[in-house]
C-alpha cells in the first residue's frame, strides 16, 4: 500500500464505526497560550476535554499534522540521527466524547492493525499502566483483561508512570494510556540479539517501536498534584502515520518509505551525492563521510516539510516564540546542508515542488500557497547563509589568536555564542576546529547553555491555582449585542508572574471580547451593589473568555454588572471594521492573489499583513486609501449570520483564511462587498470608522507586506499633528504661501554653498600639503611629517593620502586633528617602512591613542584613532615618531 492509500484507509474503516471525518487543525496555533504548535491529535479538542465545548459528535477520527521539537525522543538535534523521530508528522487519531471507552478503543484498535491492514499479531506488544502506589492508582487492570482477548499474556507489558500514564500538563485532565508496540526485526537481528520483543519493548530499539498510543483519561490532575475524576470519560488515540507507513511497506527506516524517499531522491539529484537505505547499510557497511551524507538529508527531507506546513498554515519565521522555532529548524536544515551536502547556495526551496506533488492533495494549503512558502524559504536560507559566513569569519579570529597565544582549546563561552548569535550548533564548530587542529571546551558550552535555559524558565514562569468552583455551568458570550449586562462568577483562580499576582475570572454571562485574531481584549469594570472591580484585560482560553482582575470581590458570589469600556470597545471595533474594508480594497488594487498574513487590531491602530512580492506604490496606496474611505463616507451597515454552516458561507463568498480552524457553524461578516469568516467585533455601520489614513507600508518578510494605519479620532490627531508641523515649519521661512518652492530654493541654495565650501577645503588641503611637505624633515633616509592642526577627520584622511603621494621614497606622516572638540590622530607611511622595517600603522596609533584616551587601528600602511583629550594631541604626534625607532 502507498502512503496514501494507508491514510484513506484509516479514514474508511474509522468512518464506517460511526466517526465523523474532520479535516487537520492548523499546525500552527494562534490562540492558546499555554501552545504555539499542534503537538498531538488531542490539541484541537481540549476545549471539550475539559467542558467548555459541546462534545457532538462524540465520535471523531482525523489525520493531523503535528510538529514536536522537544520533549520524550524529540530534541531537535537528534532528528535525522535516527529512523523514526521527526519534527513534522501526521498523527492518526481517533476520539471519542463520552461514547466508547477502554474496551471499544482497545477492539477498534486491533481490528484495524490486525484484520484490516494485516499485521502480524505474533509481532505486537501492548503496555498498560503499572499503578502508582503514591498516588493511590491501582495497575490498569481493566485494559489488561481487553487486551487478554487478543494477545497472549507475555504480550502484554506493565509500564511506568513515565510511558504509561498521559497529562495534558501540569494540571488538567490526564489518566492510563495503552501503547501499541512493534517488533520490526529481521530475523537475522533477531537471532543476533538473543532477546525477544518482549524484552525490548521502550529500550529506545529502532526496530521496536510505538506505534500507537490509546490514551484513557478519566482523571484530572488539581494544582496540588492530587487527582478527580472527570465528569465525562475521553479516549484519545494517536498513531504515527509515518510509522505505520514503515510497517505496512516492509521498511526498517520511515525515511525508506514512499512519505519521505520522493524528496530524498529529489536531493540526491541536486547535490550528485548518493544516500544508502538501511538495507544498503545492512548489506554493505558505510563510512562516517556517507553516513554524513545519509543524516544530512534525512534532516533536510524532514525539516522541509516543517517549515513549508508551518508558513502556509501562516506562521513566519522570525526571532521571537513559533517565528523562532520555525527559523532553528530551517537553520539546522541549512547548516546541514552546508556542511554535509556542499550546498553553499539556497536548496531547501529546490526542494518544495516535490514536497507539494506527494502531500498537495492531503493537504491542500500547501498547493495553495506554494509561491509564498518558496519566496520565504529562499529569502530565509539566503540570509543565513550570510550569516553562517560572518560566523565562520568570527571563529576564524578566535583560532588565529588561540595559535598566537599558543592554545588548543576554544573556550565554551566563545562557542557558546557562535550558537547563539550565529546559529552555529555546537558540533560545527566542533568539526571546523577539529579541522583546524582545535578542540571546545564542551562542558563550559553546557554550562552556559543551562544557564540560558533557567534565564527562560524563570522569566516565563506562570503559577496557576486551582479554579474555585462557584457555580456550575457554560459561558454564554453576549457580547456582540451587549456591552452591559448582568452576570455572576462561575470559577475564579490565582495566577502569579514575575512574583506578580492577579486572578482570572469566569462569568456566567459577558460582553467582554475576549484577545483573539489579532483583536485586543475588552477592558472595563465588574459592578456590585457593594464594589467596582476593574477587569484590566479580557483574555480567549479553550473557547471561553477569561477576565482578568488584579483583586478578587469581597462577596465573589454577588450579582454583578459586567461593563465593557465602550469608547475603547468602539475604537477597537472600527479598526478591525477598517482592516475588512482594506483586506477588500488591497484585493481589488492589487490583484486576487493578496491574502491576510495576520493583523492586529487595538483602539489606537490596525496593523494588517498581506501577501504581495514587490513594494505597494505611493498611487496604489492612495487608490486603497481611497476606495476604504468611500465605503466609510457609504455608510454600510453590518451584515451578520451567526451559526451559519461553513458550505452556506463559502457559497455566500465569505473569505476563509489559510491557517485558521473554522467549525461546522461560522459567523460571517459583510459589510456591502467585502464579506469575511469572522468572530470578532465590529462596527455597526462603516460610518463610524470616521476617517481611514494609511501611516506605513513595509516588507515583514519575502512575499509578506504590512500596512498600518488609523482611524476615526487617532486619525484627527494624526492630521492636527500633521498641521502643526506644516505650521511650524512655515514660521522658519516667514509663512511663506508657497512652502514648497521656498524650500526647494534653500536646499539648491544649500548644495551650491556646500559645493563652493568643498572646492576651498580641497584647495585648503593642497595648500596644507604643500606646506608639510616641504617642512618635513629627513631622519635616518626616511622623510617625517609631523603636524597638530584643525580639521575635519575625512579631510585629515584626504590630506595623509595626498601627502604620500607627494612624498617619493620612504616616508611617514603623524597628523593630529581637532574637530568640534574631538581629538583625531592619522598615520601613514610608506609600503616600504612595513615591509623592510616591520611597522604597523594599526599597532602604533593604538598605543599612541592612550594620549588621546582613545584607540582606533587600521592597515599596516594607514591607521587613524579617535579620543576625548584634545590636549593629549601633540604628545600623541610625538609618541608616534617615537614608535618609529627611526
Not at 591 to 614: A, I, N, W
Not at 629 to 650: G, L, T
Not at 740 to 746: A, D, G, L, M
Not at 763 to 787: D, P, T, W, Y
Request: some cysteine; hydrophobic content about 35%.
Amino acid at each position: 500500500m502507498t502512503a496514501k492509500e494507508i491514510r484513506d484507509s484509516f479514514k474508511k474503516y474509522f468512518e464506517s464505526k460511526g466517526h465523523a471525518i474532520v479535516p487537520s487543525a492548523p499546525m500552527v496555533i494562534k490562540d492558546d497560550p499555554t501552545l504555539m504548535f499542534t503537538n498531538a491529535g488531542m490539541n484541537q479538542w481540549k476545549d471539550i476535554i475539559l467542558g467548555t465545548r459541546d462534545p457532538e459528535p462524540r465520535r471523531r477520527a482525523d489525520t493531523q499534522k503535528c510538529l514536536r521539537v522537544s520533549g520524550k525522543h524529540n530534541d531537535l538535534e537528534e532528528v535525522g540521527h535516527d529512523t523514526y523521530h521527526h519534527t513534522m508528522f501526521e498523527m492518526l487519531g481517533n476520539w471519542s466524547f463520552g461514547d466508547y471507552f477502554k474496551e471499544g478503543a482497545i477492539d477498534m484498535a486491533w481490528e484495524y492493525l490486525v484484520d484490516v491492514l494485516k499485521l502480524n499479531p505474533d509481532n505486537l506488544y501492548v503496555t498498560v499502566f503499572e499503578g502508582s502506589p503514591e498516588e493511590n492508582i491501582p495497575r490498569d487492570d481493566e485494559a489488561a483483561s481487553y487486551w487478554a482477548k487478543h494477545v497472549p499474556e507475555d504480550h502484554i507489558i506493565n509500564g511506568n508512570k513515565h510511558d504509561n500514564f498521559w497529562e495534558m500538563g501540569d494540571t488538567g485532565p490526564c489518566g492510563p494510556c495503552s501503547e501499541i508496540h512493534v517488533d520490526s526485526r529481521t530475523p537475522e537481528q533477531r537471532q543476533q540479539s538473543g532477546k525477544s520483543g518482549r524484552e525490548l519493548v521502550n529500550q529506545d530499539d529502532p526496530q521496536v517501536i510505538e506505534i500507537w498510543n490509546l490514551v484513557f483519561m478519566q482523571f484530572n490532575r488539581k494544582a496540588d498534584g492530587s487527582l478527580e475524576k472527570l465528569s465525562m470519560n475521553v479516549i484519545d488515540t494517536g498513531m504515527g502515520f509515518e510509522r505505520l507507513v514503515r510497517m505496512l511497506q516492509g521498511k526498517h527506516s520511515n525515511y525508506d518509505t514512499d512519505v519521505f524517499q520522493p524528496i530524498i531522491k529529489a536531493e540526491q539529484d541536486i547535490t550528485g551525492l548518493k544516500y544508502t537505505t538501511f538495507e544498503e547499510e545492512t548489506e554493505t557497511p558505510i563510512d562516517k563521510q556517507q553516513d554524513d551524507i545519509n543524516i544530512a538529508m534525512r534532516v533536510c527531507a524532514d525539516h522541509l516539510r516543517a517549515v513549508a506546513f508551518s508558513i502556509a498554515d501562516g506562521q513566519l519565521p522570525s526571532n521571537a516564540k513559533a517565528g523562532y522555532v520555525i527559523r532553528r529548524i530551517l537553520r539546522r536544515a541549512v547548516r546541514y546542508a552546508y556542511t554535509f551536502l556542499g550546498q553553499k547556495e539556497a536548496f531547501l526551496y529546490k526542494l518544495l515542488p516535490t514536497l507539494i506533488e506527494e502531500m498537495g492533495d492531503a493537504f491542500p494549503e500547501l498547493k495553495a500557497q506554494q509561491q509564498l512558502v518558496g519566496r520565504v524559504m529562499k529569502e530565509e536560507e539566503d540570509s543565513f547563509l550570510r550569516t553562517l559566513d560572518k560566523g565562520i569569519s568570527m571563529l576564524d579570529k578566535a583560532m588565529e589568536q588561540l595559535r598566537a597565544a599558543g592554545k588548543t582549546e576554544l573556550d565554551g563561552v566563545q562557542a557558546f555564542r557562535l550558537f547563539d548569535t550565529y546559529g552555529f550548533p555546537l558540533d560545527l564548530t566542533e568539526l571546523i576546529c577539529r579541522e583546524n587542529g582545535f578542540t571546545v571546551d564542551e562542558k563550559q558550552f553546557a554550562e552556559e547553555m543551562q544557564k540560558q535555559k533557567e534565564r527562560a524558565r524563570n522569566a516565563a514562569q506562570v503559577e496557576n491555582s486551582d479554579w474555585v468552583e462557584l457555580k456550575s455551568g457554560e459561558q454564554q458570550f453576549v457580547g456582540y449585542d451587549f456591552t452591559e449586562y448582568t452576570c455572576h462568577i462561575l470559577r475564579y483562580r490565582k495566577v502569579t508572574q514575575k512574583k506578580n499576582e492577579f486572578y482570572e475570572l469566569v462569568l456566567d454571562n459577558t460582553p467582554f471580547y475576549g484577545e483573539m485574531g489579532g483583536q485586543v481584549g475588552d477592558c472595563g469594570v465588574l459592578v456590585s451593589e457593594n464594589e467596582t472591580i476593574d477587569i484590566i484585560d479580557a483574555k480567549r482560553e479553550n473557547n471561553q473568555t477569561v477576565h482578568i482582575v488584579k483583586k478578587l470581590p469581597q462577596d465573589a458570589t454577588a450579582e454583578f454588572m459586567a461593563c465593557v469600556d465602550t469608547d475603547k470597545r468602539y475604537a477597537s471595533a472600527a479598526n478591525h471594521t477598517a482592516t475588512h474594508l482594506l483586506d477588500y480594497a488591497l484585493k481589488q488594487v492589487l490583484g486576487d492573489h493578496v491574502e491576510q498574513k495576520g493583523s492586529f487590531v487595538s483602539p489606537d491602530t490596525l496593523r494588517f499583513d498581506f501577501s504581495h512580492f514587490e513594494k505597494v506604490s505611493d498611487e496604489q496606496l492612495r487608490e486603497v486609501e481611497r476606495m476604504v474611505n468611500d465605503m466609510i463616507r457609504q455608510d454600510i451597515h453590518i451584515d451578520e449570520h451567526r451559526d451559519m454552516p461553513f458550505d452556506e458561507a463559502k457559497k455566500l463568498g465569505a473569505i476563509a483564511l489559510f491557517g485558521e480552524k473554522y467549525g461546522d457553524k461560522v459567523r460571517v461578516v459583510r459589510f456591502g462587498p467585502s464579506c469575511e469568516f469572522c468572530g470578532g467585533i465590529h462596527a455597526s455601520s462603516t460610518g463610524r470608522i470616521g476617517m481611514f489614513k494609511i501611516i506605513s507600508e513595509s516588507s515583514v518578510a519575502a512575499g509578506i507586506r504590512r500596512i498600518e494605519a488609523k482611524t476615526g479620532k487617532e486619525c484627527e490627531e494624526l492630521f492636527y499633528h500633521i498641521e502643526d508641523t506644516v505650521k511650524a515649519i512655515k514660521g522658519f521661512f516667514n509663512n511663506a504661501k508657497d512652502l514648497e518652492t521656498v524650500i526647494r530654493k534653500y536646499i539648491d541654495e544649500h548644495d551650491s554653498m556646500k559645493k563652493e565650501i568643498e572646492a576651498f577645503e580641497a584647495q585648503a588641503i593642497e595648500r596644507f600639503c604643500q606646506q608639510l611637505v616641504e617642512k618635513a624633515r629627513e631622519v635616518n633616509g626616511v622623510k617625517v611629517v609631523s603636524s597638530v592642526l584643525p580639521m575635519e577627520p575625512a579631510a585629515a584622511k584626504d590630506l595623509a593620502f595626498k601627502l604620500r603621494a607627494a612624498i617619493n621614497g620612504p616616508m611617514i606622516c603623524a597628523l593630529g586633528t581637532q574637530h568640534q572638540d574631538k581629538p583625531q590622530l592619522t598615520i601613514m607611511m610608506s609600503d616600504d617602512l612595513v615591509s623592510e622595517h616591520g611597522l604597523n600603522a594599526g599597532q602604533m596609533v593604538r598605543e599612541a591613542a592612550k594620549c588621546i584616551q582613545g584607540g582606533g587601528g587600521g592597515q599596516p600602511h594607514f591607521a587613524q584613532a579617535g579620543g576625548k583629550n584634545v590636549d593629549g594631541l601633540s604628545a600623541a604626534v610625538d609618541k608616534i615618531i617615537e614608535l618609529a625607532k627611526l
